[in-house]
């Protein structure tokens, strides 16, 4: 009897240390944050935490089969090509090492179910929508466009964020024509909100102090000039950066248009 209880103990701790929870313990929690991280915590982070890891694939995948098989090849193969996270932060965190024999394909099933069952926890995928809501509001409030618009999107922003994925796959020739383009557009639009802040910061003053609304008129339309100007720049920036690509990789964009 008592060697049945001991097998049975040993069987129990065997199976609790193969569970998915556990081995995410063991085997990622050194690197990746497993608890909802803080927004004051995002920044010194090492490696991102495991709710966006997951947020992400949730983005970039439909179904659980390949949400599986893609962490397991990454895990294994790491490439930033391969990676569904914005290519700057790969820029910030680098590329994971692979864990080739450090952890079987079955534990890996085991983690990969575990992964998807537990996150991205919901109070970190509100935190993320707040944050993505007030970079909307802080860009609207900074662009110096007559036309703000989800179906007009940043391109240049855009493309940085999914420059080295393997699925976007720009070559090298269209990497150089792009960045070309990029840079015309940012210093087109630099030099444009280095003319209106004065200008807005004029007739809000004009505002505080209660002065009559026709006092500004004329500023108004000094801002209005320059931020057609800045739409034309910004139109030009679209038109030009999707003749580059193809409308494979036009459609590839299409879904991060928001």
């Not at 992400?56 to 089969?65: S, Y």
């Not at 008129?217 to 910004?234: D, M, N, R, W």
């Amino acid at each position: 009897m008592k060697k049945t209880l001991l097998l049975l103990a040993a069987t129990t701790a065997v199976t609790l240390a193969s569970t998915g929870a556990a081995l995410l313990e063991k085997k990622c929690a050194s690197c990746h944050m497993l608890e909802k991280p803080e927004f004051s915590q995002l920044p010194t982070l090492k490696a991102p935490a495991m709710d966006a890891v997951v947020f992400h694939i949730n983005l970039a995948m439909e179904n659980d089969k390949e949400k599986k098989a893609f962490i397991a090849d990454y895990v294994l193969n790491p490439d930033a090509s391969k990676s569904v996270c914005e290519s700057n932060k790969v820029a910030q965190f680098g590329v994971m090492p692979s864990q080739k024999g450090k952890v079987s394909k079955e534990e890996l099933e085991l983690i990969a179910t575990e992964l998807l069952a537990t996150y991205p926890h919901k109070a970190f995928v509100t935190m993320i929508k707040e944050m993505q809501s007030n970079d909307k509001i802080n860009a609207l409030k900074s662009a110096p466009f007559l036309v703000n618009h989800e179906g007009l999107p940043h391109m240049t922003k855009l493309l940085i964020q999914n420059w080295d994925k393997a699925k976007l796959g720009l070559t090298k020739e269209q990497k150089e024509k792009l960045l070309v383009v990029r840079e015309e557009t940012l210093s087109a639009v630099k030099a444009l909100k280095k003319q209106l802040k004065p200008l807005e910061a004029s007739v809000a003053e004009a505002m505080i102090d209660r002065e009559d609304p026709k006092s500004v008129e004329k500023t108004l339309e000094q801002i209005a000039k320059l931020k057609i100007e800045g739409t034309k720049v910004h139109l030009k920036c679209i038109a030009e950066t999707t003749s580059i690509l193809s409308e494979e990789q036009v459609a590839f964009l299409l879904p991060f248009w928001e």
